[in-house]
């Protein structure tokens, strides 16, 4: 085992330990020698989306650089909404490489909003949680100016991105907006999620992280009450390493004892990353998964638009 120190967000995580089997069940890039090709393929299908769909790009839903979104509205009025929130572990990747994603949901007359962030460690974890927060309020306020039911909005996030996902449907957004209705996000989809930080504690990722033991379980969705009772489905690439299967498991046992209708399922063939592409693929379970999500909802048009 190694031992590291990190000093970010004014609180010093001082020599913390790695260790060498977390490292191995987390480090996606090495487990995944052909990860750059999968990257290059994921970019350019996303130009390609871009370049043939009514998009609507950049976004700005708070006041920083990073804080865009970008809207790909469905052919139909009164749309549903999917915003779709990137991995990377809070540290890489950005929104453009995600478009792809974008064109079976639209397709099938659903509206999408890939979201972007601020990255680790220009920006902390913590904060990272507000941005998605401010996105998906500015998304309930102005979505409705581009087509979408501002009452039917929805929230899927790969691998960080399912981190966040899970915070959205643990937040209370009347606390923030005491307009807001108590269930703006209407439910999630998380694929290969991250619900217990505690574990990235041991392992290299944690120097742009800089999570200590509090913020790591202050910050873990597995230990936050559900805000209502909105279904939540969990995915995870039947090829991915031991330990995100087990944090989808000890997910769905977490949130189902607050009566949260739950789903977990593999992903045949799909590792972390080929899983996330699922979504994109026309008949997919993946898919399949996420406009049943959608279509359970059926909330009147406007039902729940803000004041």
């Not at 039911?149 to 996030?157: E, I, T």
């Not at 959205?168 to 694929?191: E, K």
């Not at 790591?216 to 230990?223: G, Q, V």
Request: hydrophobic letters at 45%; one cysteine or more.
């Amino acid at each position: 085992m190694s031992r590291c120190s990190s000093a970010i967000w004014g609180c010093e995580v001082t020599d913390y330990i790695i260790n060498p089997a977390l490292e191995a069940q987390y480090n996606v890039r090495t487990a995944i020698p052909e990860h750059p090709g999968i990257f290059e393929a994921w970019a350019a299908q996303s130009r390609a989306c871009r370049d043939r769909g009514n998009t609507v790009l950049d976004l700005a839903y708070g006041r920083t650089a990073a804080e865009t979104l970008d809207l790909f509205p469905a052919a139909v009025p009164h749309a549903p909404l999917q915003a779709f929130i990137h991995g990377g572990y809070w540290q890489s990747r950005d929104k453009a490489e995600f478009s792809f994603l974008a064109e079976g949901l639209a397709a099938a007359g659903v509206s999408v909003a890939i979201l972007n962030y601020g990255l680790c460690p220009a920006v902390s974890l913590g904060t990272i949680v507000d941005q998605m927060r401010r996105a998906m309020l500015w998304l309930w306020r102005n979505a409705g100016a581009y087509g979408v039911d501002p009452a039917r909005l929805h929230v899927a996030g790969h691998s960080a991105g399912g981190h966040l996902a899970a915070v959205l449907l643990a937040t209370d957004w009347q606390s923030l907006d005491a307009d807001a209705p108590a269930d703006l996000v209407r439910s999630g989809l998380s694929i290969s999620g991250i619900f217990d930080l505690d574990p990235l504690r041991a392992t290299s990722l944690n120097r742009a992280l800089g999570l200590d033991a509090e913020s790591a379980r202050r910050l873990s969705p597995i230990f936050m009450s559900p805000n209502g009772h909105r279904p939540f489905v969990l995915a995870v690439g039947e090829a991915e390493s031991a330990a995100f299967h087990d944090q989808s498991a000890r997910m769905e046992v977490a949130w189902g004892q607050f009566g949260v209708p739950m789903e977990r399922f593999s992903l045949a063939g799909c590792n972390h990353l080929t899983a996330v592409s699922e979504l994109a693929r026309p008949g997919s379970q993946l898919l399949a998964a996420a406009l049943r999500l959608i279509h359970l909802d059926q909330a009147a048009p406007g039902s729940m638009a803000p004041r």
